[in-house]
């Protein structure tokens, strides 16, 4: 069955500190790919996501992300951390790719904390 | 253009109350989908219904029902609750074909609180 793995339940960095949140996946084939991100008392919002093509991809507030086959991975990446990406982010996988019985399923979560 | 309108948004029940968490969509997708949130749990599939008249467990189905009353509506229903169904419920539809416009929309979901 597939599933979704963040290693890490907590990460804190300072402000203007760069940023990598890990993801890794485990699907038989290529997965669609989904990086949300969560504040306190909130719904989510999708920061971005990949299907195919360019392994880089580009989302919205300054983030991207890597898709890495060899390593079943899609790390979530940002040059320089402001206050407020402090929330919860979320990896998710998306299977069977586009199929009528596609389903989202989530990693457990990141928290981050930025230090001022 | 509403997206997906979960009611009500906050809800206290006690052990053994009957609920229905309602879900209402005007995107016309034909996929919905309904998680639960837990604190160091990520969301969790309870049930999703791939069409109308269609609908199939997911994670977590246990002690909730499902109904897909038209393409729009998708309710959720627990029985008798309890504790351990404190939650935040989240709905959720999936738009297909091409993947320029291909994704999933959240509702703001419904917190929950069985005590």
């Known amino acids: 069955a597939q599933s979704v793995t963040q290693p890490d339940i907590h990460i804190t960095v300072s402000e203007g500190a760069s940023l990598e949140l890990r993801c890794n996946y485990s699907?038989?084939?290529?997965?669609?790919l989904f990086w949300y991100v969560q504040s306190p008392g909130q719904g989510l919002q999708l920061l971005l996501k990949y299907f195919s093509g360019d392994t880089l991809v580009q989302g919205i507030k300054g983030f991207e992300a890597e898709f890495k086959r060899s390593q079943s991975s899609f790390n979530l990446r940002k040059p320089s951390v402001h206050w407020s990406d402090a929330a919860e982010y979320f990896c998710?996988?998306?299977?069977?790719?586009?199929?009528?019985?596609?389903?989202?399923?989530f990693g457990k979560g990141t928290k981050l904390s930025v230090k001022p | 253009n509403a997206g997906v309108t979960q009611t009500p948004k906050f809800q206290v029940l006690k052990t053994g109350q009957s609920m229905t968490l309602q879900c209402a969509q005007d995107m016309n997708h034909n996929s919905m989908y309904w998680y639960r949130q837990d604190p160091g749990m990520g969301l969790r599939l309870i049930y999703y219904s791939a069409s109308e008249g269609t609908t199939d467990k997911g994670e977590v189905p246990n002690g909730y029902n499902v109904s897909r009353l038209n393409k729009r509506e998708f309710s959720l229903r627990l029985e008798s609750a309890a504790p351990s169904q404190t939650s935040v419920y989240f709905c959720?539809?999936?738009?297909?074909?091409?993947?320029?416009?291909?994704?999933?929309?959240f509702g703001s979901g419904t917190r929950l609180t069985v005590v």
């Open positions: 959720a539809t999936r738009r297909q074909g091409s993947t320029t416009n291909y994704g999933y929309t």
């Open positions: 699907y038989g084939a290529t997965p669609y």
């Open positions: 998710a996988v998306d299977t069977p790719a586009g199929g009528s019985q596609g389903n989202l399923i």
